[in-house]
């Protein structure tokens, strides 16, 4: 069980630091925000991050966020999808997320432009990218990215793109791991040149709790925290 002042301390010398990285990049205090990501973690440990004043939460299956909704039902949680998402999960999605930052290719848009026009809902969105060479990870092609947003554009008004995301490479050289968050800032700032009308490219979702001082001085304007929130997770009981 987790300890309500642990949580809550956690947060708070969290939102000191990542205060006074955003200040070290020249930027202002309270420009870089924390999602805290809970995925496999308890009810209860979510309800002590909400005491604290957070009402934005990072999952990785629509599966949970669709079961922790109905747990905490009534407490103004907005859940957000980080992980990678199959187009049948896609009706979890628009019924109980308020946002999705993994938005990866047409398929899924589409999926979801259908369900949210079910569900009478939008969407914000946030197209992840994949800025590093390992196979296993996710995320648009950055050569994709302009027809891609062309598309969503067009095709999905449901879907409100507001920005990027992407998740760095798994690699002990902290040089190679800013090098995906600058990749990321540089495309933004590329495709933001091109002024495509109805997108929105201001948020740039990138660092986790191992690298997000990198992330940061890389131009982040939020980051993933879980482990430094919540403690390690045991995957064995999800």
């Known amino acids: 069980m987790s300890n309500p002042s642990t949580i809550a301390s956690r947060i708070a010398q969290?939102?000191?630091h990542i205060d006074a990285l955003a200040v070290a990049a020249g930027r202002p205090a309270g420009s870089v925000h924390l999602l805290p990501v809970s995925k496999t973690f308890s009810v209860d440990a979510v309800r002590e991050a909400i005491?604290?004043?957070?009402?934005?939460?990072?999952?990785?299956?629509?599966?949970?966020i669709r079961d922790k909704a109905a747990a905490l039902a009534g407490n103004g949680v907005q859940w957000v999808m980080i992980g990678h998402l199959q187009t049948n999960k896609a009706k979890d999605?628009?019924?109980?997320?308020?946002?999705?930052?993994s938005l990866d290719r047409p398929e899924l848009?589409?999926?979801?432009q259908r369900r949210l026009q079910a569900e009478d809902r939008k969407l914000t969105a946030l197209v992840q990218v994949k800025t590093s060479h390992e196979p296993r990870k996710y995320g648009l092609d950055p050569a994709d990215l302009f027809d891609f947003l062309r598309f969503l554009a067009s095709e999905t008004p449901r879907l409100r793109v507001q920005g990027l995301m992407t998740m760095a490479a798994n690699d002990p050289d902290r040089q190679v791991v800013r090098d995906c968050f600058r990749r990321l800032r540089e495309l933004r700032d590329a495709m933001q040149a091109k002024a495509i009308d109805g997108i929105s490219l201001g948020r740039l979702s990138m660092g986790m709790s191992g690298d997000y001082d990198l992330a940061i001085a890389?131009?982040?304007?939020?980051?993933?925290?879980?482990?430094?929130?919540?403690?390690?997770?045991?995957?064995?009981?999800?």
Do not use: C, M, P, W
């Open 14 to 16: 969290l939102r000191l």
């Open 51 to 64: 005491a604290t004043g957070i009402t934005r939460f990072g999952e990785n299956k629509a599966q949970e």
């Open 93 to 101: 999605i628009a019924q109980h997320a308020h946002e999705i930052q």
């Open 109 to 112: 848009a589409l999926a979801l």
């Open 218 to 238: 890389e131009g982040s304007t939020e980051v993933r925290i879980g482990s430094a929130i919540f403690g390690d997770r045991s995957y064995t009981s999800s």
